[in-house]
């Protein structure tokens, strides 16, 4: 077990007293103790609740030991000095580690750093006054074994609670603290509107709002927003959706060369004719309908208990909002971006559709941060390239920046990985929840039939180029954004690949703004209730910074980059970069540092129908066949060439995007080439989803909402391999992903790609190994066409990024 | 998808204009309302919440639609009545259905019915008032979607907490109501003591408990209680479990021959010398301690909002309270009762360890029931057996009724599926929680030392056979028991075997008492939140009856037996008992109907070193050679006798225990027998641990907990078999499995064992499965010892029990 603390603001001991005061450890009384073992009784006495009988109190100090021998009344009463071993015994039994299984009292100091947890700098035998309440402070500031900073699992038990008059908002290290109370959340709706008519009924869209916000605010506080925009969150036609999937067992289609260039396929969002504003007839402060929600963030939970309100919002075509789903383009944007100006109040919203009695966001400070994971997130992303005023931050998880990466890829139709045939009709009809209204729907469904066939027949997945429909969906091409950005990633996400938020964070680079980013070894995954990682606590830090204004250093104090390593457990590093700095390793193909595992430098792509029925059904089992690198033969050893690299004389880090560069021919007037690097050695791998460590463990703020603490954990069993980053590209596409070229069949072209960026250690001992064919079970179109690939592999090459070691 | 509502207590119609205007839903002003339309419109707009503003709840009934055509207000001010399809199409809508997707506007009523939902005897055309009344009240009786009754649902939304003055308890159709006010809800902690010194400290026992109590009793109100002793409660001491667990790969030990009876080891709870009470220094009514809990039962969170009083107690030897662990004894059960008592008014609970300060339950109404599966099930029932005053019922969900039947089996030592190895003294050394307060810790360790030895000593795990440990441990051995009770088992369930419940429900037989039980297709799994069966509604049902005393007919209501269907998903059927009725089919296994697979009648245990190291360390993999009935060759062919029927002719179903009678010889002075009956045909069968359906879906009540939709589904691919039953036998074990008889080597003895007990249906055209073989690796210990057996086929038989079909 590791724990890594990266949001902890390093103070000093006037300003450590002053917030040891404020939420009420120290006060005039423990001031006049001048004996710190009497002061250490006095702050042991507080954390086990003034609410609680001093009696019962006294007992849980029983349960404590000080040294090996002396539980901790003995130890107080007896000892004539606070020994920093004492200190610390205590500390992690209050930590909840257990004395024997998890640590020993004759080593608690050696324990807290193996730990990784962080120890004050005092005596060894007489711990001073101050040094003691430094030590409690950095105590209190440090992770429990089960997953929350110590003062935010002592607000869960109702530390704060028990006090009258403690301020709100209250800062602690930097961060808010859970002193709302969270029983008497208020809960309303309000119908925003939009600047856009998508479902031309002839009047502005109105978009519903949910807003959960401190009941503090009706006595005049106003407050931070956390603002959430899922498309998912109105329910989601999982059936229609289902239906519509395409069939991806389609041969690859020719195209016509073109010699399109950007500007060619650049377009801005139209002037579309509006129709006028809602005449506001009236206003008010009071909504007129509240709302029960089933799925809501476990992180926003969390920070409503911390003072912050919270605001769910579908977007266009769900349940109780105006127009059709359009799948990430500027209508779907401007959703998204009218509850930022409405809650930055520039924007109406009114408390029905018919009424047109305007509420104003009156209880909200005008800072407003947006969370989230995928379409959640991409809709984070799409706000903030807008530029909108009012919103200050975006915590973007697992999103998508440009939906062409999403559904595409270098001129190919490409699946996102589990959802072979998905597309942005699907999607829009799976989030179409206007849909489970069935009245509301009556009045829209020949305008819906009209836009989803629109959107099918746009999309076109015969040609896969880049075109009109996907620059419009290139949410990274208006670039306003002006605000700081924390982004979350998973490194084995293959559903949101890898190439999205490194695109972004290489837009935002250009930028004058602070931008973080967090790489895990999820695939697509939340991070907010793990063991080995304060990620929550680095969000409260970052809004607290953002939203409430206060500084607490957080731009300076949060790594530009904090990676997960793939090979231990509980194991995050801070790094400067990733991706811009690394060592390029070019290997020729036909070098002999690689084996060719057949000796072929051809293959064709036609399986046995029988087979191909087979592999399309359980594509695992293709799989299992392709990566074969032992020598052992196989049904795919001439539908593919398989290089095996010697085995590592050291680690290396992948640190950035892998590319190639082959010299290959098609033998028909089309192709697409799929490549993958693969890590191959046996060894313990993580879960790439969660293991589930306690569950209920984590109490997010007092009688509040309770989370499952988890952890990416080692697989039981070894593996002998595992995949490093795929890429995949159409022939035809070998300029850019807009452009078609001819291919002549039997002709060799030199073509460049690049596989998804990846941040991943492949341990000394290990191989690296290649693969490269056609048809990618898992993402490609299946054609299953009689093609045959010839490489001239002495003029092709890999090129490995490898991490500068200086960079760390 | 099906549903099955057990739970609806059928009301006559003044009854039910009673409840309707109980819950709000009529008053003097729709009295006056002569139009059923005009009134369906009216109870519409109640639905969607009079907190809300009427614009807002005309706006939602404008999403439903009323015919094909016809949105609902268009249909109420166009209709000239109202029709039975518009008032279930409505209905439906209602309860969540999507219209197109799970039900056509033509034919609602049809829709209702394959859901297996309720309607009401309604005109077709015309419905009248009082129509409309009683369909309105049963629709609120009736199951969403999504896992809940209709007004369960409603009072999620905040349907009750709109009302000022709403009674409470409030009751509708024989179940209480969601009217109470989680967010105020009192937690505090006692310390009851014990008559019992477990731990030998010279001081009687003090068992913390945790109470959860609604506030509305400060002012007065008197709560029944619902009790879940859960000895994990304050923590589990995995490691040590991992550390403590025994090697099973130990050769099975000849027993020396005895003649002994029952009288022989039968024992009574010896006559302790136990230290005075402690004398009460005063009294209170105000607790000094509170708590926050991670993990609670989510069916005792469901009643806490409607008004029943929740107690955690975890019992001697756990964190908080004094004793130490003993599995399964009196000491344990007095623990458990002690807590009863106090909630009855019959003992002394202390503030806390030191003051002597007395406490009394003055908020309860003195009828106290019991919930909790496993291990707290097994607490339930050892309660219940004791006949203590104030236990009114318990629902005992997989509970263990005689340790015996958990740790071992016809005089062997046999595991719980999943934990081979564990036994009393894994799982008290597992629970012991006191060890995690180390302070606490330190003084008891040296005695807790001793006790731990003691158990390991006294288990025997050499020997398996019944004796004075386990007669301790036999929870029906005494059977002073005088309650109705709700059992509930899963048929999978091979952690708790089923005949635990079945010899429960034996005993309980004899008693007059109502029992009644439900066996569901899952291993060992909770119940309170599936789509497919009315479970909380149930459990409301009948705490309301034994514990509120309300007449709501819940013992004649409920069937005897409700089993779910292994062949179908979502089905849920009554039946009037189970086993206990069955005609015995006794076959010869040499009957011709029984194909010898390998045509032997002999077999040795003992597997090559290697093999057997495999075998042991992944069981899947012999288990997948062990059920090979298709005649290839495996490696176990020699190991074990393959038995399979003739295809069935028609559907056929075990129902209760089949038995085996077998003439057979071992070529040592040991030997054992293990048997497995297989359903062998391929075919879909259900998940044994749900799937959820849909997360944090069912909302138990105003702001209050979530939990996940699930529910046991297909699996997504057939599989070839499944194990019906299994039983295991030591030979020296044959007679009984107190007593020891001689084995001769070679020569034949008649053994007679059962397997446990089942309710399984194999369908036609499925065949019967026998497997005979000695070591079984999941469950057994595993010599790998030279032992031949042989068998005489001829003189061997299998007697399957299959249900009267007259008895449904």
Known sequence: ????????????????????????????????????????????????LESQSLQ????KLGDLMATKKLPLPDYTSSASSLSKNAFYNVAL????????????????????????????????????????????????NTRTKNGQLLIDYLAGQGYYHQFKNIPKPLLFNGKSQAVFDTDKLIREVVYVESSEDSDHDGKLDLIKAEVIRPSETNSGLKVPVVYTAS???????????????????????????????????????????????????????????????????????????????????????????????????????????????????????????????????????????????????????????????????????????NWYDYYRENGLTIAPGGFQGEDTDVLAALCFSRMQQAGDFHKIQPEWDKELKKLTKAQNRKSGSYDQFWDARNLMKHDNTKIDMLLVHGLNDWNVKLSNVFNLREELKKRPITQKIILHQGQHEYLNNFRSVDYSDIVNLWLTNKLLGYENNANALLPEVIVQDNTKEDTWTPYKDWGDDAKIKKVSLSDKWLKNIQGNSSFNDKLPKKLFDKYIKNT??????????DGSSTKLDERCIRLLSKPLKKDIVIDGQISFDLKLS????????????????????????????????????????????????????????????????????RENSYRSDEIKPGKKYQVEFKLQPEFFRVLKGHRIGILLFATDMDFTIRGNQDITYSLDLDNSYVSLPLLNSSHK
Chains 1, 2 share one sequence.
């Open 1 to 48: 077990m590791k724990i890594n603390q990266f949001a902890y603001v390093p103070t000093d001991l006037p300003q450590i007293k002053k917030e040891l005061a404020d939420i009420r450890f120290l006060d005039p009384r423990s001031e006049k103790i001048a004996e710190p073992l009497t002061l250490f009784k006095q702050l042991l006495l507080k954390f086990f």
């Open 56 to 59: 019962v109190r006294e007992e």
């Open 93 to 140: 039994q209050l930590l909840q580690f257990q004395v024997s299984l998890d640590f020993d009292l004759d080593k608690p100091v050696e324990t807290m750093e193996k730990l990784g947890l962080p120890t004050a700098d005092i005596d060894k035998q007489d711990v001073t006054k101050d040094q003691l309440i430094q030590a409690w402070y950095l105590l209190l």
């Open 231 to 401: 498309p998912y969150d109105q329910g989601t036609n999982d059936k229609l959706g289902e239906q519509l999937t395409h069939d991806v067992n389609e041969p690859l289609a020719h195209k016509k060369p073109n010699k399109l260039k950007y500007k060619d396929i650049s377009v801005e969002a139209p002037d579309e004719k509006l129709p006028t504003d809602r005449k506001v007839k009236g206003t008010t402060d009071v909504a007129e309908e509240s709302f029960a929600k089933t799925w809501t963030y476990a992180l926003n939970d969390f920070l409503l208990a911390r003072g912050f309100a919270v605001v769910y919002s579908a977007g266009i075509g769900t349940s109780g909002s105006d127009g059709v789903r359009t799948t990430g383009d500027w209508h779907e944007t401007k959703a998204v971006t009218s509850v930022i100006e409405w809650l930055h109040g520039d924007r109406t919203a009114f408390t029905n559709h018919t009424d047109n009695i305007a509420i104003k966001a009156w209880w909200s400070n005008k800072n407003i941060g947006m969370t989230g994971r995928s379409y959640l997130g991409t809709n984070s992303t799409a706000a903030a390239m807008t530029g909108v005023a009012g919103l200050k931050t975006a915590v973007v998880e697992a999103g998508i920046s």
């Open 620 to 629: 695992k089992s293709w799989r299992k066949q392709l990566y074969k690198f």
């Open 666 to 733: 098609s033998s028909q007037n089309v192709g697409l080439l799929s490549a993958v690097v693969v890590d191959y050695g046996k060894a313990k791998r993580l879960t790439e989803v969660p293991t589930v460590l306690s569950p209920q463990q984590i109490i997010t703020g007092y009688h509040w909402r309770k989370d499952d603490l988890k952890e990416f954990t080692f697989q039981k069993k070894a593996t002998q391999y595992k995949k490093i980053s795929d890429g995949h590209i159409n022939l035809q596409n």
